[in-house]
């Protein structure tokens, strides 16, 4: 079984900045793309940001120049570092990872989700 823990969501004023983590564990081989997608009210859901394996990363028109996205291979973990947030930016926040686990094999898992609000 595979589980995808996110953190570092919340409140924060524009111009501030914050850092999402997400840390996958359970019976895993290997991960492939690790990536950000976030849903804001009355909206799709829309892909932010997202990693390759060998560290290739491509990013929504809207986020590029403010946000950075990462990833630790030893820590199973992706990070979205977010700065000169904006009103807009406001939405839940989902992690998303292609894994191959031991038993499972390759799917699709997805974080709970975290709120990022951007509001004076």
């Known amino acids: 079984q595979v589980q995808l823990v996110e953190s570092g969501g919340g409140l924060v004023q524009p111009g501030g900045s914050l850092r999402l983590s997400c840390a996958a564990s359970?019976?895993?081989?290997?991960?492939?793309?690790m990536g950000w997608y976030r849903q804001a009210p009355g909206k799709q859901r829309e892909l932010v940001a997202v990693i390759t394996a060998g560290g290739g990363t491509n990013y929504a028109d809207s986020v590029k120049g403010r946000f950075t996205i990462s990833r630790d291979n030893a820590k199973n973990t992706v990070y979205l570092q977010m700065h000169s947030l904006k009103p807009e930016d406001t939405a839940v926040y989902y992690c998303?990872?292609?894994?191959?686990?031991?038993?499972?094999?390759?799917?699709?898992?997805w974080g709970q989700g975290t709120q990022v609000t951007v509001s004076s």
């Open positions: 998303n990872t292609k894994i191959r686990a031991l038993v499972a094999g390759v799917n699709d898992y």
């Open positions: 359970g019976s895993i081989f290997s991960i492939y793309n």
